[in-house]
């Protein structure tokens, strides 16, 4: 996971990563009529920018019994959700959405958003927002790494940086920690 942040730094020092936007963060009983939540509420985000009015929305499911393995209740699943909207007048647009998940497991299972790692920038100074989000996921019964993942989006751009967090198993031994940048983030500005 330091390396994530490390990137996200690198990116902040060169870019000036203060959101040039009024960003507000509004509980369930202040989203926009018509956002129907799966699972409970993360982190939300509300501004303007030259696309109009935002909303963003995380949420997580946390653990439930698989539906799929009903008669073995060893068995569970975990998803996360993220939502960016577009709200015009009283109608909502959605202009993308996360979903990722760990299913049928067994062991140990995450699938959870970072806590502080959501962030809403201008790096590029365009007057459109840039959304961070970062998660990982797992299913495992030992202490090997996570799936890790930081997804940008820039209006209904994508831009990933997926890899693994990095582990300690013994004094001098690590597992884990490499990523790489999917071919839009190669290629961005």
């Known amino acids: 996971m330091k390396y994530f942040f490390v990137v996200l730094i690198f990116l902040c020092a060169r870019y000036n990563c203060i959101a040039q936007f009024q960003i507000t963060k509004p509980d369930s009983t202040a989203l926009p009529k018509g956002i129907i939540l799966k699972g ?9 920018d030259s696309l109009g009015d935002n ?14 393995m009903k008669d073995d209740d060893s068995y569970r699943d975990e ?62 019964g030992d202490v090997s790494p996570s799936t890790m993942k930081i ?8 831009f990933a940086l997926r890899g693994t967090n990095r582990v300690k198993v013994s004094a001098n031994k690590f597992l884990g920690g490499e990523y790489f940048f999917d071919d839009s983030f190669k290629t961005s500005p």
């Open 40 to 48: 409970h509420l993360v982190n939300t985000a509300r501004w303007s």
């Open 151 to 158: 997804i940008m989006y820039e209006g209904s751009q994508k």
């Open 55 to 68: 909303v963003v929305i995380l949420t997580e499911t946390g653990e439930y019994q698989s539906p799929t």
């Open 79 to 140: 998803e996360l959700y993220g939502y960016h909207y577009l709200v015009q007048r009283d109608s909502l647009k959605i202009l993308w959405k996360v979903y990722d998940f760990i299913k049928e497991c067994p062991v140990d299972l995450k699938a959870n958003f970072i806590k502080n790692a959501f962030s809403v920038t201008d790096l590029n100074h365009d007057g459109q927002a840039e959304i961070w989000l970062m998660y990982k996921t797992v299913c495992h």
